[in-house]
């Protein structure tokens, strides 16, 4: 059964700084893996598809990687600005079964001005 | 339509009646999927639709709940009987329904049972 984990549970950084959420998976056999955002009280919103081929996506400030072998992914938020603050969640499709999407319980983000 | 949309935005009831959650995914989107998401967690598989069959209901939590996609477009969730325990925000996706592509999620019905 897949299971995923997210570290941090939360986070707390000034506004500029750099940092990484990390994303483990127990079965490395993926189709996908995918990054959400999540405003409070709101709808996911997709930020990067990594396909099970692929190593890396970037968009704008944000860069996520794969690395499929060892179950790990990593988002990495350039300059993060007050805006980032949210919680963020990743979540992948594993072959030989349901396509459904299993997700971990998030990084809660914190950027403070 | 524009982006997967769900409907009630929330839907407040009383223990013991019966609801129904609603939703439209993208037009096209051959996948659509319905999670439920308590506070602090992440969510929570349901029931996946591959057109108008159910692929997987396997995350359907008992008989109460039951859901339908008779065109294979808009689905309908629907919960019988509900109780205190059923409050959550239902969350519903969709995606072109090959394994490797993205999904897109609605705003989330939330549904507290009082």
């Known amino acids: 059964k897949q299971e995923v984990t997210q570290i941090p549970a939360a986070l707390s950084v000034p506004e500029g700084e750099n940092l990484v959420l990390n994303c483990s998976f127990t079965d490395s056999a993926i189709y996908n893996l995918q990054w959400f955002r999540q405003d409070p009280g709101k709808g996911l919103t997709s930020l990067l598809l990594?396909?099970?081929?692929?190593r890396e996506q970037t968009s704008g400030r944000l860069n996520a990687s794969l690395d499929k072998s060892s179950g790990r992914s990593t988002l990495y938020i350039a300059a993060s600005q007050p805006g980032d603050s949210a919680t963020y969640l990743c979540?992948?499709?594993?072959?030989?079964?349901?396509?459904?999407?299993?997700f971990g319980k998030g990084t809660k983000l914190t950027v403070n001005p | 339509g524009a982006g997967v949309s769900q409907t009630p935005s929330n839907k407040v009831t009383e223990k013991g009646k019966y609801v129904e959650l609603r939703c439209d995914p993208i037009s096209g989107h051959t996948a659509l999927y319905w999670y439920r998401q308590s506070l602090g967690q992440g969510p929570e598989f349901l029931i996946y639709?591959?057109?108008?069959?159910?692929a997987d209901d396997s995350g359907l939590p008992n008989d109460r709940f039951f859901a339908v996609r008779p065109e294979g477009s808009v689905s309908t969730l629907k919960i019988q009987r509900t109780e205190r325990g059923d409050s959550a925000v239902y969350l519903c996706a969709s995606s072109w329904g090959a394994g490797n592509t993205e999904a897109f999620f609605g705003q989330g019905t939330r549904l507290t049972v009082v």
């Open positions: 990594i396909q099970s081929s692929q």
């Open positions: 639709f591959q057109g108008t069959g159910a």
């Open positions: 979540a992948v499709i594993t072959q030989g079964g349901s396509e459904k999407l299993v």
